[in-house]
């Protein structure tokens, strides 16, 4: 009888949903700005992504069966798919499908098995895969494909307007002179524009995180505070000097900026758990991109924000926890 009374330690709250489905809703979520891929850059589009998804889902298989020698199935779950896809949405649709593939054997082999998988990774495994590609192979990264023109990415490649803009400045140009060779911002918010496959459309990737805070797949704190953030210092550096620094609208439009604040900032293993604590998360990101992006050499810097703040939530969990239930302050 007293060992019917033994429990497991909290938390004891279960959300109802198990990991596949909290999994299959993300990749829904993800449906529109991968329809708007295809648009933009047709079959190289389907491609990748299908190759990334493939090759995440094996390597995730193999490892288990033959390194770790266990019959456990994660691969299948869902978690191995979403990695795929998100590390598709972050290269361009010229990458050779070798450097994506090897990018894949990162993601998940580095980024996620070496620490013991899904809920153990303290880094999102796309992101490490992204990185990975983008110090190993800068010049195939960076060859950006320009919108409709992927049957002839040989002979076509465009910047995109974070690189416009980076460059621009580096040849003492004005933003405003910079501005009128980037494209507007509704083509930004629409996708007509070069980028990566998952960075084309504001509008698509604005869907799938509206679905997902619909479906309390994720909550507002992360993507709100990263976007506020970025908005508010952004500004501040505009009103500075608005000959050196874009108006905030642009950070917020352009790179992968909504990509990682709804799909990738907000992944439930590698942020924090408390409130208060993803506010100061999001925070950090937003103000580490625009460094990044301003200060920096990359054009873009939330991949980089990302990773060096999933590194500071161990950290953040330790100081700022949830309140326990019952306590009265």
């Known amino acids: 009888m007293i060992k019917m ?13 198990s990991v596949k489905q909290i999994m299959y809703s993300v990749l829904l979520a993800l449906i529109p700005a991968f329809v708007v891929s295809l648009y933009v850059f047709g079959i190289a589009a389907l491609q990748l992504t299908v190759i990334a998804i493939v090759s995440c889902m094996f390597f995730e298989f193999a490892i288990q069966k033959f390194l770790l020698k266990t019959d456990k199935q994660s691969y299948t779950d ?36 070496t620490f013991g998988g899904l809920g153990n990774n303290p880094f999102n495994p796309a992101l490490v895969g992204r990185v990975f590609l983008l110090i190993s192979f800068p010049v195939q990264m960076t060859n950006w494909p320009m919108p409709h023109l992927s049957d002839l990415i040989d002979a076509q490649s465009g910047a995109t307007p974070l690189s416009l803009m980076k460059e621009g400045l580096a040849r003492g140009e ?18 007509l524009k070069g980028g990566s496959l998952g960075e084309v459309s504001v509008l698509a990737l ?9 479906r309390k797949i ?22 500075y000097d608005p000959n050196s620094f874009v108006f905030p609208l642009f950070h917020l439009l352009s790179g992968g900026t909504m990509l990682a604040v709804f799909f ?18 999001g925070v950090f990101i937003g103000l580490i991109t625009i460094i990044i992006r301003d200060f920096g050499a990359y054009p873009e810097g939330i991949s980089f924000a990302i990773l060096f703040m999933n590194a500071l939530v161990p950290l953040i969990n330790k100081y700022i926890k949830p309140q326990r239930f019952g306590h009265k302050k």
Request: net charge positive; hydrophobic share 55%.
């Open 264 to 281: 990738m900032a907000t992944d439930m293993v590698t942020s924090p758990m408390s409130k208060p604590g993803m506010l100061v998360y």
């Open 218 to 239: 994720i909550s507002w704190h992360i993507p709100i505070s990263i976007l506020a953030t970025m908005f508010l210092f952004s500004g501040i550096l505009y009103i």
């Open 78 to 113: 869902g978690s191995a798919a979403i990695t795929g896809v998100l590390l598709a949405f972050n290269v361009p649709s010229s990458l050779p499908v070798w450097m994506l593939v090897l990018g894949c054997f990162i993601a998940i082999g580095v980024g996620k098995m």
């Open 206 to 214: 604005l869907m799938g995180g509206a679905f997902m805070l619909y």
């Open 5 to 17: 009374l033994i429990v497991s330690p909290s938390p004891h709250i279960h959300s109802g949903r």
């Open 174 to 191: 004005s933003v405003s002179s910079i501005m009128k060779s980037v494209p507007s911002y509704s083509a930004l918010f629409f996708g």
